[in-house]
């Protein structure tokens, strides 16, 4: 059973299900809030069962969020356009373009050309259709960074940016931290607020890998 059937498919019919049977029961409630102590304590029972019914039903949905949303969504990169879609970023140097971060190697790396105390610099894919991530890495190559603001957005026109997660302060890899994010974008990018280089002189964003990860 492939994830988007379960998904689509089972998950809908629960959420169907309850949600078909509670304007049924709330109605059975409404009618039944004045007839009596014996009839008030169903009222109550009832009440508390659609609540766990709820409660049970949000768990299970979070629980398959967590399993099936861990499938790369940008393929390995070995060009700015191929296999699919489109790696750009605000600056590059030559032999360190923007698709290196999503090559799935460590070993190659995003430079872009700031120097110093650098801002507004980012890194971008763009997929073939609009798709919903949830979660992402990150990995940074740290030997030049002394300190960096960064965050990841989403678009659907690549001009009016959506932010999915708060400002990031740390160089560290992340690896599948959650994205704040019930959309689905075209355009992804991680945005770089500002970064300082150290040596001043050295130009580097270091930037080894940006997966996105969905259903």
Known sequence: ???N????????????AVGDA????????TNQAGKGAADANTVYVLNNKIEELNNSLTSVQNILKNIMGNNPLIPTMTSNTTPSGNASASSAH???PAYYAFDNNDST???????GSITNQ???YKFTKAVQAIKFDVKWVKSYISSISYKIQGSNDGA???DLTANITSSNDIEKQALNNDASYIYYRLY???QTITPSSANCGELAMFQLYGY
């Open 122 to 124: 980012w890194v971008m």
């Open 5 to 16: 059937i379960f998904k689509n498919g089972i998950l809908s019919k629960i959420a169907g």
């Open 94 to 96: 030559s032999n360190y």
């Open 22 to 29: 509670v304007p049924l029961i709330n109605n059975f409630l």
């Open 192 to 194: 770089i607020n500002s």
């Open 109 to 115: 790396v995003w430079l872009h050309t700031g120097a």
């Open 1 to 3: 059973m492939s994830v």
């Open 160 to 162: 009016k940016w959506t």
